[in-house]
């Protein structure tokens, strides 16, 4: 859970943004605080491994033409929004692991509001494929209450990316990095499923409809409550936000 468990770090380490901060504040970058980052992108970017390979082998078999199943055959009548999710996701989840960066994001800050808009744009792209997926695809597996989540899910992402930007454009870089690390969550929120999806079977054997749809919303839950207590631990705030 070291994958999860980093969004605490994520959330002390507040994104910069277009707005102008007093930089005489800010405390200098340390080598214990440089450890920490490396151990939380590392952390980060194994807790995407797994759907992002996935991902690439989905896009793989769709461009090489393989055999037409039950399971795939919606991906093949409609590709283009699995190729969008899965694209988007992808970056969505690796340039946002190295927003927590706080050297590289101090020393150029510049690079932060770019990727920040791409981040965007990205995430949006993500919950939008997402929820369109849910709505429009005929899957063979799930039920209702997996429908339902994916919906709840999908759409408080794109909620959480809205709010945040809006914030930043207020200038509130507080609110801006708690909706922003909560739209993180949720979008990494594969990752944590690949785990309670594999500690279930472990546990109890291959889970039913229902059993999937609890192991699939644990994951997004276990991510939102971690960056939830990481957030309030910090009390919405940290010290490159204390002075704008």
């Keep these: ?11 002390r ?28 992108i590392a952390a980060l970017l194994l807790l995407s ?16 033409g393989a055999e037409i199943t039950p399971a795939n055959e919606r991906f093949f009548s409609s590709p283009l929004p699995v190729v969008l999710h899965i694209l988007s996701a992808g970056i ?14 101090r020393r150029k800050p510049g690079w932060h509001r770019v990727a920040g808009r791409i981040l ?17 695809y005929p899957i063979p597996y799930g039920g209702n209450l997996l ?10 992402m794109v909620a959480c990316i809205l709010l945040g930007f809006a914030a930043i454009r207020r200038g509130d870089v507080a609110r801006h990095r708690a909706w922003m690390i909560r739209g993180f969550a949720i979008g990494v929120g594969a990752g944590t499923q690949a785990l309670t999806l594999m500690a279930g079977e472990l546990i109890a054997g291959p889970p039913n ?3 999937k749809a609890l192991l699939n919303g644990a994951g997004w839950a276990i991510n939102l409550a971690v960056a939830e207590w990481a957030i309030r631990r910090r009390g919405g705030r940290c010290y490159e936000c204390n002075r704008i």
């Design 147 to 156: 429908y339902v989540l994916r919906l709840l899910f999908g759409s408080a």
């Design 13 to 40: 380490e507040c994104p910069m943004n277009g707005t102008k901060v007093n930089t005489r504040n800010i405390h200098p970058t340390t080598a214990k605080e440089g450890s920490s980052a490396k151990r939380l």
């Design 209 to 211: 409809e229902l059993g």
């Design 120 to 136: 965007v744009g990205c995430g949006l792209l993500v919950g939008l494929s997402a929820l369109w997926m849910t709505l429009f």
């Design 92 to 105: 969505y989840a690796v340039l946002g692991t190295f927003q927590f960066a706080p050297r590289f994001r």
């Design 49 to 64: 491994f797994i759907p992002l390979a996935a991902g690439m082998f989905r896009l793989i078999s769709l461009a090489g």
């Design 1 to 11: 859970m070291a994958g999860i468990l980093a969004l605490d770090r994520a959330a």
